[in-house]
């Protein structure tokens, strides 16, 4: 089964769809989780050095034996690492803790506006590149107006930003953002966490009229939307049932229809006032 690519505004290509390592222990369930994930095709995974588990990430991908050029990782800076120069050493030691001399995509975890120090933060992830450390930069969690300040202040345009997203946490506004200035969104708990969206009537009905599951149905809505996914799951049925989303489409209406579920039902942490 091959996955999308898409294109960021640099030029490099993201596969659609990844697996996602929050929450899962570092040790032996990192380690299988992601060999498991890796065996059943995924190549684009994301992690962070909040996870704590990149050092088994990175066992996992070496023990692969797959070419480094046909992986895609991601991982993000520590919300206490902020800085021109911090930023860079704190990507030194994901990077020595991965086994890698380069990342695909390093994120800034969250703004922290009360801080104040992403915009600083953001020119040490330019010189990252430039350096080539890591391929490709991009944020998590930045709102609008944050954003806006890098636009004004920086010279770089974030290749993606990863925020929560899911159907009933749809995101439009600031998606419609995205696609308006060239940045890519990924979308994170894809699967809202598999809390209640899965059991949503809706969900169902559709689960039930294409004969997919209920994860499925979601981010297949993601896949037709644009969003790049990562679900996380350790249980090995889970991790091959949410790669297997590419032979089937959902008709227009139902995208719509699984849209309309927004009920701005954010689970995680407002981005204005974390960390
Ligand atoms: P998710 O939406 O991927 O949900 C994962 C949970 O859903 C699992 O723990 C399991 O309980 C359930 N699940 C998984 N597959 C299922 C299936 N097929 N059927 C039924 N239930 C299933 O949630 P997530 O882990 O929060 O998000 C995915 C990834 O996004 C993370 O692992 C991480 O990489 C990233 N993330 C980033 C941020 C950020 O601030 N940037 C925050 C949260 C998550």
New binding site residues.
Partial sequence: MSVPTITLNDGVQIPQLGF????VDAGTEAEEAVARALDAGYRHI?TAQMYGNEESVGKAIAKSGIARGELFVTT?LNNDRHGRQEAQKALDESLAKLGLDQVDLYLI??PQPKRDAYVDTWRGFEEAKAAGKTRSIGV??FQIPHLDRLAAETDTVPSVN?IEV?PDFGQAVLRAYHRDHGIATEA???????GPL?QDGVVLALAEKYGR?P?QIVLRWHIQLGNIV????VTPS?IV??FDVFGFELADDDVATLTGLDAGNRI?PDPDTFG
């Avoid at 996602?20 to 929450?23: H, K, M, N, S």
């Fill in positions: 996602g390592v929050w929450q994301d993000k975890h969250w998590s969690n990863q899911h994170w708990s894809p699967l809202g966490q598999g899965l599951t994860a990562f679900p996380k799951s889970r049932e949410n995680g």
